[in-house]
């Protein structure tokens, strides 16, 4: 199977052809690739021309992304012209949405960035005193308490949200593994890479330079939340995208885990308190049923009643839990027709060197 070609079902449950919007499947809108990609557990970066091409069969409007992590299916469907309403329960994937998805507009300029840079901050010294000789030098860390609260003293909250955007990005790359799980001297792992070379500052100017280049307007009102996928309420959705955590084979799917540093930088960790005796100065892990084998049968059904009025599309892969004719069959419950789509991927995931790679096949699974 290609990347650009709209794949046949590996199957479906009735027979009734696929033909909305074919002409689209060809053209997926060149901005989605320049998409800003994070380092981040499940992004779909890499999946989205497959992903375009699945979607290109639907008839949709607007869209819901409740899961939405890096952003990047939000993106492309905004791209793809429809309203799109993007939510995450981390509050830092949703800032990311909101300078992408959300923000039609707002760009950071030269002035602004060097206000941001050099502007004096409030004195806090909170990320100095908390994460010392953990992940970050101390001057990258003095940048960081004095740049967040500037950042935080924008006016206009797009501005804001990108401005976040760059400085997440700037984090993962600065960051050797990626990930904020092990902390101290990290430097078996720095393999002469540039990322690791560069200061936060200098990463945060240039990645202010990318986010601004994926500021566009799709001419619709975008919006972005932070919530628990179970307590959204939105109404006159077409079509859901769902792409929840699953549950592994081993070791455990938890987002704060990896990403505990950002969640808590996007806040300045207010109701968020660090617990002290963890080495990486971890924050309280946040429950999703998803993540346990007792509860991600039951939150499946629940989710697909709950979006049962909409289109569904479930991103899924061969080895997460449940397997694939359970998703199939409960999605059937509440959907006429369901069809799945399927194709190899490779994830990359940790540094050149120890590098996991896993191949698996992964789905999507279409209900209408
Ligand atoms: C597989 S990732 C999504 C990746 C995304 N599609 C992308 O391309 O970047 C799953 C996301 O679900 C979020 N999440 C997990 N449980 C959730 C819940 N109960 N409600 C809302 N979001 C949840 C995580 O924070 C994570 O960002």
């Not at 004195?123 to 010392?132: A, V, Y």
């Not at 429950?287 to 939150?299: D, E, H, K, L, N």
Request: glycine share 6%.
């Amino acid at each position: 199977m290609t990347n650009m070609t709209v794949d046949l079902p590996l199957f479906a449950a009735t027979t009734s052809p696929s033909t909305a919007r074919s002409s689209e499947a060809m053209a997926m809108p060149e901005r989605v690739m320049l998409y800003p990609e994070l380092r981040y557990m499940g992004s779909k970066k890499r999946l989205l021309p497959w992903i375009h091409g699945v979607l290109s069969t639907l008839d949709f409007e607007t869209a819901l992304d409740p899961f939405s992590g890096t952003g990047s299916v939000g993106y492309l469907m905004k791209a793809m012209g429809r309203r799109v309403v993007a939510s995450d329960f981390l509050n830092f994937s949703h800032v990311v949405a909101r300078a992408t998805i959300e923000n039609n507009d707002t760009r950071l300029d030269d002035s602004t960035v060097d206000d941001l840079i050099h502007g004096g901050g409030d004195g806090r010294r909170f990320i100095q005193d908390t994460f010392s000789g953990v992940f970050y030098t101390a001057d990258d860390l003095r940048f960081l308490d004095r740049l967040s609260c500037n950042i935080r003293l924008l006016p206009n909250p797009h501005a804001q949200s990108l401005a976040f955007a760059a400085l997440f990005r700037s984090c993962l790359k600065r960051q050797p593994r990626g990930v904020f799980t092990v902390s101290g001297d990290l430097s078996k792992y720095d393999d002469g890479r540039r990322d690791l070379r560069l200061s936060l500052e200098d990463h945060f100017r240039e990645q202010v330079s990318v986010y601004n280049d994926a500021v566009f307007d799709n001419g619709r009102k975008n919006i972005s939340y932070n919530s628990d996928v179970f307590d959204i309420d939105v109404k006159n959705i077409d079509l859901v995208y769902l792409d929840p955590p699953y549950v592994p084979r081993s070791d455990d799917n938890c987002y704060v885990k990896r990403y505990h540093f950002l969640e808590g930088l996007s806040a300045y960790w207010e109701d968020m308190p660090i617990k002290q005796a963890t080495k990486v100065k971890k924050i309280e892990k946040k429950y999703t049923p998803f993540s346990y084998r007792r509860t991600a049968i039951t939150a499946f059904d629940d989710m697909f009643s709950k979006f049962s009025q909409s289109q569904i599309v479930l991103s899924y892969s061969s080895n997460g839990y449940p397997g694939l004719e359970d998703l199939v069959s409960m999605m059937g419950k509440y959907k006429k027709r369901v069809e799945v789509f399927q194709r190899q991927h490779r994830y990359h995931f940790g540094n050149h060197a120890q590098a996991v790679r896993s191949s698996v096949l992964e789905y999507l699974i279409v209900g209408r």
